[in-house]
């Protein structure tokens, strides 16, 4: 059992915060993972697919029915006690490192396979003392040692005995015949110099050759042959086997020699000496292997090894990163947090001077927008991880695009004192079409980064170009915006795009953040199948470049749109709110009565369903609805009064008005018979234009 007071820094600190990222990352892991509890049941508590199908089960259940989902049902009973004596052993004397253990199991089938343990003791407070695990197959390689040594020690038989001869022709044949090798030799005379090379027809056929023709007994057709790469360290070491006239230097060596019908392949040479009393050679035998599945299999054994090394790589820099994410989350929601909470009770304190309570009130406006802002990073980044951001594409000026950019962020660089350019002139088509409020948002996303890192008095510009497309009815848009600010560093820009990245902490830099944006700019551009790219020097700024292939468009017809109030100064309206939080509903009704509303509530979609029944006499103008509700909800409250009998109760305008505020909750309650979607903190302006809008018989909003 694996118990020992030991954390090893350089490995995955487990916690119960990197549960979902370890549960991420392994899920596709060529190599098996499990975490188990270091007790005496030894209980697993994860494992990963890859884990279950090495032991041939098709599904976590037959795993656990197999093996009991423990790590002494994993185990090969003749090897357990080995195994939990070389664990204890392991833990003893190697301190900080990865116990490694080597195991037999038996499979789902009753077969048996090698394993190759590399385990981490873990001590958490939620979970007590844990192992996590990671295992690669080593089956093919254990049987590969196998061979290997019953290989060199058959050669080692065969070249001790040629030692006592001065030519061992018969004996090596016997070797050939016994390994499939190819057979060379080369003779000496005693000056040491080299009078004949000898390739035999098994070594020809091994590289594709067929007679001394076509491969000349030279040592030219051998050596012309060998890789680039292998060439000079090979003849080192056979010229070095040559020149030692101890006698106590074997040949032997792994290399690549093109063939002449399969390429570069993998071959393993030995050979040895026969020598005069003086040293000098008389006979170089050697034999020669084809080894190239075997190193096929050496470079996936490393492949996986280099696999689980790079997810554990991933694994740490994912739980920094998160841990880092939640401290950033905690400080950057905190601060407007007690802006809101502070200005509230200063406020509170000060109503009877009115300029006074204004200028608290702005501050918490001001706050409560940038808490919302912070709140949506996160929501957004869910959404996209998850696959649920669509593209809408319609007809949109880029043009406009820029210039409604500019209008966005024209206070702030009238507040920080910086100076804006923009130019569109090399634009040809401006009409195109996209997903405007995505394109927006990408824009938006990196012009915030720019007046937020750019000092006062400072220029940030924005131009677009304009470049021929694959198709004539396409072209590639290229928007660059840079800014004099003060710049990455060149080893922060590698994880720019990452999620939960920030160069420094907003405690550091004082500027606040989630350490999303750039992530969700990155993924929003590739579901536009467009690219992004960020150059950047410390002290001189950042220019980021986006390019997009957008279908050329036409300016599109303009709309006629009835005149909005908004507030109306008078909204002669009897409207039934649905709200079951009190405190919403009192937000609500406040703001419609002074509007000159008749306002109605209901606490859930029932009490609503039973009110709008009964309204015949006295009918209401719209229904405001919530979504998520006790005893029925707003979608089948909606679909309730949809089914009514009676047809003008049954077509009565119902809007909801929702912490749902997501493109797909708006199509789902249209889709429920709803005529509008209102999202929370309620944008009053926006909510009385909607239901101007529904009231007059415009469209669903």
Known sequence: MRKHERKDRRALILSEQTFPIIEQITAGMPGGFFIYHADENERLIYANQAL???YGCKSLKEFQEHTGYTFHGLVHPEDIEETQRSIKQQIFTHGNDLDQVEYRIIRKDGAVRWIEDYGHFVHTDRYG???????????????KEINDAETAQLAQERLEALEALEHETTALKLVHEILRSGMWTMEFDRQGQMTSVFWSQDFRAMIGYQDEEDFPNVLSSWSDLLHPEDHDRVMKEYYATIDDYTGRRLYNVEYRLLTKDRGYRWFRAAGKLSRREDGTPITYVGMFVDITESKETDEKLQEQHNLLEEALVKAQRASRAKTMFLNNMSHDIRTPMNAIIGFTNLAAA???DRELVQDYLSKIAASSSHLLSLINDVLDMSRIESGRVTIDETVCSLPQVLQDLQSIIRADLETKGLNLCMDDGALIHPYVVCDRLRLNQVLLNILSNALKFTPAGGKISISAVERPGDTADTAIYEFCIRDTGIGMAPEFLEHIFEPFERERTSTVSGIQGTGLGMSITKNLVELMNGRIA???????????????????????????APELSCPPQSADWRILLVEDNELNQEIAMTILEEAGCAVDVASDGAEAVEKVRHSLE??????????????MDGIEATKTIRALDDPQLARLPIVAITANAFEEDRQRVLSAGMNGHLGKPIDVAKMFATLQSILSGGPPQ
């Open 52 to 54: 279950i199908q090495i």
């Open 618 to 631: 006295n009918p209401y103008d719209v229904v405001l609805m919530d979504i998520q509700m006790p005893v």
């Open 129 to 143: 003392d844990l192992f996590y695990v990671f295992v690669e197959d080593a089956t093919e390689k254990h049987l």
């Open 534 to 560: 960020v150059e950047s020097r410390l002290g001189q700024g950042s220019a980021f470049l986006c390019s997009f292939s957008f279908r050329l468009s036409e300016a599109p017809a303009p709309l006629s």
């Open 350 to 352: 000060h109503l009877d």
